[in-house]
């Protein structure tokens, strides 16, 4: 991770994350958007980041999505993570954090969001740990309290996982 801000303030919010929020493109992928010639689109998900998200699970840290487009792939690969918040088509960014905080009843310090484009930027300037992956936006990086050193469908959301049991001491079952 390379951190923004102070690392022992990083590690002080991150121990206090109880959700995870993800953006789709960029960060659970590596950006590309591919489509058949009929019109199917395809994404590539890494499975180290797959991983990441059900130890979160496991240990309590509950993972969403908010994504600016809708894909029927996105749904499928949430549901087989075991993924329950899913906000697909969100122009409003930020609408969809409002209703994700009232319904779950987070507050914004305890939720961390990881993103890599403009849109993401109103989200993160509300949650408590704001993460971007290193071939995010200029602005994104900028802004972001820590980033990550895998890029967006490289096993950056596994990095994130791996900080944020570790920063909870949740990690010590999985050290050899």
Do not use: W
Not at 36 to 53: P, Q, R, V, W, Y
């Amino acid at each position: 991770m390379k951190f923004n801000i102070e690392e022992a303030k990083a590690q002080q919010l991150a121990s206090g994350i109880k959700l995870l929020l993800l953006d789709v493109d960029g960060v659970l992928t590596d950006g590309s958007l591919y489509f058949c010639e009929d019109g199917t689109e395809i994404k590539a998900f890494n499975s180290l980041d797959g991983h990441g998200i059900r130890m979160l699970i496991e240990n309590e840290i509950e993972v969403g999505i908010i994504t600016g487009r809708s894909s029927s792939i996105v749904a499928s690969r949430a549901n087989d993570l075991g993924i329950s918040i899913l906000f697909q088509g969100q122009s409003d960014k930020l609408s969809a954090l409002a209703t994700i905080l009232e319904e779950n009843n987070y507050a914004p310090d305890e939720v961390a969001y990881a993103g890599d484009d403009l849109p993401d930027l109103p989200v993160m300037k509300k949650v408590g740990l704001s993460i971007a992956v290193p071939n995010a936006h200029g602005l994104v990086l900028g802004f972001a309290s820590v980033s990550t050193s895998a890029a967006g469908g490289q096993g950056a959301v596994r990095e994130i996982s791996d900080y944020l049991l570790e920063a909870q001491d949740k990690y010590t079952q999985y050290s050899p």
